[in-house]
Nanobody
Framework: QVQLVESGGGLVQAGGSLRLSCAAS????????TGWYRQAPGKERELVAR???????NYADSVKGRFAISRDNAKNTAYLQMNSLRPEDTAVYYC??????????WGQGTQVTVSS
């Protein structure tokens, strides 16, 4: 069964940086899309960023210019570099991947807390 292991979350002051990692294992088919969603208390889960096979990226307007998504295909690992963090970025961040069959897999989530 596919496993996604996230790491890198934590507590940081406003203006600080964190880098999240998402390592995929036991995946049988090529990954087409990798992305990050987040969910804050009392809010719906929202897309933060995603990257496609050709390296095309999409970002939520609220994180453009501050966050950067990347991935290392050889390691089946994706990264989310988060700079200039704000208290409103506080949420549980979830990694997901979609394989060439269209199946999606999700990580367990990692907490990011930004203090003011």
């Amino acid at each position: 069964q596919v496993q996604l292991v996230e790491s890198g979350g934590g507590l940081v002051q406003a203006g600080g940086s964190l880098r999240l990692s998402c390592a995929a294992s036991r995946i049988s088919f090529s990954i087409t899309t990798t992305g990050w969603y987040r969910q804050a208390p009392g809010k719906e889960r929202e897309l933060v960023a995603r990257i496609g096979t050709g390296g095309t990226t999409n970002y939520a307007d609220s994180v453009k210019g501050r966050f950067a998504i990347s991935r290392d295909n050889a390691k089946n690992t994706a990264y989310l570099q988060m700079n200039s963090l704000r208290p409103e970025d506080t949420a549980v961040y979830y990694c997901y991947v979609k394989d060439i069959l269209g199946l999606e897999y999700w990580g367990q989530g990692t907490q990011v807390t930004v203090s003011s």
